[in-house]
């Protein structure tokens, strides 16, 4: 059988701005080759990787591929799971540098520009691009801030009347049913996003979730109070020894947004009146059946009103992070003409050749 793909983010355009776990993922396995790449835009590094990486991949093997969440068509990096080998991109905004290089892993390097000079001629007009799509970015991360801060307000006003504790007794539960004990080590977090606010639109990867998990328990959360289930999930698989998937908020990385345990093909994902889960749930749980508004029924309402603000705000954002890609197009489209795509090729086949050893 072919090996198994599943897509992630490492990087989010968040409240915060851009948001890196790359270093998260170079750190999180001690016995996986981390290999990365450094080179200009357009130069072949997406293609790179998947050259050398997918004939590498075994009958069945699990492969993580990573996108970039500024261009979801682009790869940011791929993992062998069983082979214990990534290569990543590891060009701003997610510098990375191995810590021993030649340990475990090191640099790739790819193969020289064809003509210096007439790249030379090009650096005002790549200077007058970069320029436009860093602003273009800073509004989006501004708009997403307030968006995030919207949230914010809605969550802090309905907290009064949500009760916690259901949940909370409800992850208790969960973990005695669905997670018996594994074995005296305990388990690993791998962190990831699975959402991203992209050039696209705002972007789930709901096959992830169904590649690594058979049975899939939905939250229902029209207003953030799922992280108060997900987190002792998240804890009591670890304390089990499960290693686990914890895929975080894109708006707001410090929120849990999904937990995926393949060991038990057990997942655990938020949906909203914006976002349902695309699959087939084993089981639905109503996060908003925690709250009781009591005589202030109004918030219902001002809430829905505030959530569509959040979501006016998200659109605008992904409109200024599609204006930055174009931008980042025509970079590549000024770079692309002087790379060595034959040897590009060959250094491909090399590097494949030399992994595979």
Do not use: W
């Not at 261009?71 to 080998?85: E, I, K, V």
């Amino acid at each position: 059988m072919p090996h198994k793909e599943c897509a992630f983010f490492l990087g989010a355009n968040s409240r915060h701005g851009f948001v890196s776990l790359f270093d998260d993922f170079a750190a999180e396995d001690f016995e996986r080759d981390v290999y990365m790449i450094k080179s200009g835009p357009g130069c072949g590094k997406s293609t790179m990787i998947r050259r050398v990486c997918q004939p590498l991949a075994g009958e069945g093997e699990l492969v993580e591929a990573i996108y970039c969440s500024s261009d979801p068509g682009s790869l940011d990096g791929m993992a062998l799971c069983t082979r214990g080998l990534a290569v990543l991109d590891a060009t701003a905004p997610h510098v990375l540098e191995p810590a021993f290089p030649g340990a475990r892993g090191g640099y790739l390097a790819l193969p020289e520009f064809l003509d210096r000079e007439k790249l030379k001629e090009k650096y005002p007009a790549l200077l007058t691009l970069s320029a436009a799509a860093k602003e273009h970015y800073a509004q989006a991360y501004r708009l997403i801030s307030a968006a995030a801060q919207v949230d914010d307000h809605i969550t802090q006003s309905i907290r009064p009347y949500f009760a916690a504790d259901r949940l909370r007794r409800r992850a208790k539960g969960i973990i005695a049913r669905e997670m018996p004990r594994r074995g005296p080590r305990r388990g690993a977090v791998k962190k990831r996003f699975i959402d991203g606010i992209t050039p696209n639109g705002v972007m789930r990867f709901t096959e992830t979730i169904d590649i690594l998990c058979s049975r899939v328990y939905d939250l229902f959360d029209s207003y953030g109070f799922a992280p108060i289930l997900l987190q002792p999930l998240l804890e009591g698989a670890v304390a089990q020894g499960y290693d686990v998937y914890a895929c975080y908020c894109p708006k707001d990385p410090s929120r849990l947004l999904h937990l995926l345990i393949p060991e038990l093909s057990l997942g655990f994902t938020t949906s909203s009146p914006a976002r349902y889960y695309a699959g087939s749930p084993y089981r639905r749980i109503r996060v908003d059946a925690c709250i009781d508004y009591g005589p202030r029924k109004q918030l219902r309402g001002h809430a829905k009103i505030l959530t569509r603000l959040s979501e006016a705000l998200t659109a605008d954002a992904v409109q200024e992070i599609a204006a930055a890609h174009a931008l980042h197009d025509r970079i590549e489209e000024i770079y692309r003409p002087h790379i060595d795509l034959p040897a590009l090729d060959r250094r491909a086949e090399e590097i494949r050749v030399q992994l595979q050893k």
